[in-house]
Nanobody, 131 residues
Framework: QVQLVESGGGLVQAGGSLTLTCAASGRTFTNYAMGWFRQAPGKEREWVAAIRWSGGNSYYFDSVKGRFTISRDRDNAKNTVLLQMNSLKPEDTAVYYC??????????????????????WGQGTQVTVSS
């Protein structure tokens, strides 16, 4: 059974940093995309960043480019995906979700940004940025 467990959320002042961690288990993720999404109150879930599990390019939503970095933990035994978030803004406030793709027929952009690519989801972690 696939499990994605996020951690690392919290309350931070504008301009601060947080690192979110997604611990993945239950299947082999090689050649599949891993993504981070977020959902603010009253808004639809939106894609934030994605990376192919086996390495390669990473992709970002325009509003987080230059501030957020998605990466695989270099210790393969940990099976984790990280989202380093710097220069946080109040508009980054949302519940952040880790997701694993269930298809690898399409690689890279724009596929990795599509909600439909992802079939496994974590429970989410709250990020609140105060002004």
């Amino acid at each position: 059974q696939v499990q994605l467990v996020e951690s690392g959320g919290g309350l931070v002042q504008a301009g601060g940093s947080l690192t979110l961690t997604c611990a993945a288990s239950g299947r082999t993720f090689t050649n599949y995309a891993m993504g981070w999404f977020r959902q603010a109150p009253g808004k639809e879930r939106e894609w934030v960043a994605a990376i192919r599990w086996s390495g390669g390019n990473s992709y970002y939503f325009d509003s987080v480019k230059g501030r957020f970095t998605i990466s695989r933990d270099r210790d393969n035994a940990k099976n984790t995906v990280l989202l380093q978030m710097n220069s946080l803004k109040p508009e980054d406030t949302a519940v952040y979700y880790c997701a694993a793709a269930t298809t690898n027929d399409c690689v890279g952009w724009p596929c990795y940004g599509a909600l439909s690519q992802y079939g496994y989801w974590g429970q989410g972690t709250q990020v609140t940025v105060s002004s």
